[in-house]
Each structure stands twice: as C-alpha cells, then as structure tokens.
C-alpha cells in the first residue's frame, strides 16, 4: 500500500494528530511530565545550543524533575547521516534509551533519525530512498528554538546524504515526536537572521499546505490560521526576538503550519528548494524564502481563490477586485514581507553563483510535494523556474 497518496475527493480522508503540546513561556519545565523516568534520555543538539548555555538549561530542567540525560552537540546544518550514527552510538555507549531533539529543524531531524537507529530498524538510506519507517521508534521528544520547520509535529526528518549531494525525506507515522515543548523564552538569543529565515519557512509551509492537491478541510484551518500568525507577528519577532508574545505567536504559527503539511502535502517550492539546498549550501529556510514567490506566482491561474484567502490572512484588502486580480495581492504581498525582513529574492541578493544541474531537476521528480502542486510543470517548465531568481533584480 502507497503510504503517501493524494486525497481521494470522492470520500474520506485521514488526519495525523502530533502528541502533547506545551505552550508559553516556562513550558519547558512541563515537558517531563510526559517522559518515562525509568529512562536515560540523550538530548541532540548543536554546538551554539550548547555554549549559549540553552543545552545546559534543559539538562537542570530534566535533572529536577529526576530524568537522566546526556549531551551530543555535533549536529551540523542539514544534518548527515554521519551525525545521526555518531549519536547513536554515544546513545547506545550511555544506555540511553530515549532521544530529545534540541534546536532547530537540523537537531530535531537528527534525533528522529537517532530514534530510528536506537530503535534498530535500519539504515537511514534505505528509508531516505523510498522505504517507510513501518514501527516504533524510540521514545522520542521535541523542544524547538527556532519558529519555523514545526517538526515537532511531522512524521518526516530532512537528513543529508552527503556522497549523493542530496537531502533524503525519511518518513514514518512513529516520527511524530511523543510530546514538545514550545517555550518562546528558548528563542531569546536567536538573531534576527534565522529567526526571519525561519519564519520564511513556514509560511512557506503553509501556504504550500493551503494550496496543495492533497489538502482538507482540516489542513486549510490550520495553515490558514498559521499564514495570518505570520503576517501578524513575524516582522515583530525578527525585529526583537526577546519579544515573548511575538515568540510565542509564530511558534504557534510554525506548530500549526507543521500539522497542515504533515497531513496536506507540500508544492515545488520545498521541492525545488531542497535541491537547491544541497548543491549552494542553502538554508532551508532561505531557499523557501527565494522560490516561494516564483512559485505562487506560477500557481495563480489553478487556485486564483485559495490565494485571494491567502492575501486577505496576510492583510491585504481584496474586496475590490475579482478573485483572478486579488490573488496577485498574495505574491506582492509576501514579496513585500521578504523585503521588509531583509530576505533575498534573488541570485544576486543571496550571493548565489547559480548553475542549473541535470539533477537538480531530476531530483524534483520523486517527491511527494511535486505531486502536491495545484499546478503540474513538466521539465522545460522547472527548469525555468529554477531559473527565475537569477533573472529578476
């Protein structure tokens, strides 16, 4: 059986509910009510986590509520498979039996990909190719410090096969991580930067869930609901990130915006911009933030009403105009959210020496986000939108 198919319109279709949420500040102390204190738990995170002091933080918060931990800080950005094994094993020297992702998107995919292993159900690569993670993995649990990827609720982990040049998508209903903490005093210190980086991904997140063919009813509240969070708050948030209500809104945005795409799919935004990704050395977050407008735009003529609700949620007035002209507001208007935080919308801007690969474009074939997109391309048509950024600006 296909585990991931488009919603069949003629009949039911399914929701994946993520497990326990905490919220608001200090929520980090209520995450090991959940945890099983019969265990040892490694806690995967990266360096700058650890010498700001935030790893130490949780290790007080688990060690007060009688919970054993140890430390592995060597997750990198777009973690390879490599971090993930090393983890393990010092997991498996320490008797841990448990995982607490720590971080941002790269540290709580690696404790996915962690859990996994622990768990000895495999390798990595095999389910990066296509395989499904078919049974439990290890206790697995989740504390963002990044308003963005919302793995906290997704059953996939993004991991790097470096040899490959290519971010593989491991995915399982188990990789849903069992409870998380999203406390907006762990986003502090994070720099303005990242943190506009970051918000860029889940809009992008939801409104490629919004659009997307494989979309419900359930999907369109939440990842509407996450792009008004966005709108609202994200300027505020990059402009100070101590700001807790702001914190505290977009992890809210990112959470929800987590759930609609774990469940509704995602557009050729994500699937052009892993690629990209992998061969520039690209954030996620600012590949979405380069190709999510090229592809709204491209998107407008098969969902012209699904982006005039996006322009309303962002703001925009769209009353005085047919659906077709309104829809437009949607693309200027995340343009004009990019700008004003100081993302890149080009080549150029990013500092991207651009040189389109045969494989880049190949890559986007067998992913499950290329089938979500409201409107299909074929190659000629990829290719050109790969191209786009470098031809504006």
Known sequence: MEK????????????LSPGKLFFGPGSLESLPEEMDKGLSYLIVTDQGLAKAGVADRVVRALGEA????????????DPPVE??????????????????????GSSLDAAK??????????????????????????????????AGTGSEVTRVAVITDAQRNEKMSVRGFYLAPRAAALDPEL????????????????????????????????????????????GGYLRRFVANPADTEAGERMLVASCLAGQAFTNGGLGLAHSMGEPLGAFFHVSHGLSCAIYLPVIMEFNLPA???????????????VDWAPPHR?????????????????????FKQAGIEFKLH????????PQFSTKCNPRKADPEQVAALYLAPGREG
């Open 303 to 317: 969902a012209p009403e699904k982006f005039c609700a996006i322009a309303r949620a962002l703001g925009e007035d």
């Open 187 to 230: 986003l502090k210190g994070l720099p303005p930067g990242i943190a506009a980086e970051t918000g860029a991904d889940a809009l992008a997140h939801a409104v490629e869930a919004y659009v997307s063919l494989n979309s419900t009813p359930v999907t369109d509240a939440l990842a509407l609901a996450a792009i008004g969070l966005v």
């Open 4 to 15: 991931e198919s488009l919603v069949d319109r003629s009949g039911t279709y399914s929701h």
């Open 83 to 104: 971090d993930c094994l090393a983890a393990a094993g010092l997991a498996r020297d320490q008797g841990c039996g448990g995982v607490i992702g720590l971080g941002g």
């Open 66 to 77: 009688g919970i054993r931990s140890h430390l592995f800080d060597g997750v990198h950005s």
């Open 358 to 365: 045969q494989k880049m474009i190949d890559d986007v074939w």
């Open 113 to 146: 990909g962690v859990a996994v292993l622990l768990q000895g159900r495999g390798d990595l690569k095999e389910y990066g190719a296509g395989k499904w993670v078919e049974g439990p993995v290890a206790p697995l649990y989740a504390i963002p410090t990044t």
């Open 326 to 346: 309104a829809a437009r507001l949607a693309v200027s208007a995340v343009r004009e959210l990019f700008e004003d935080l100081g993302l890149p919308l080009t």
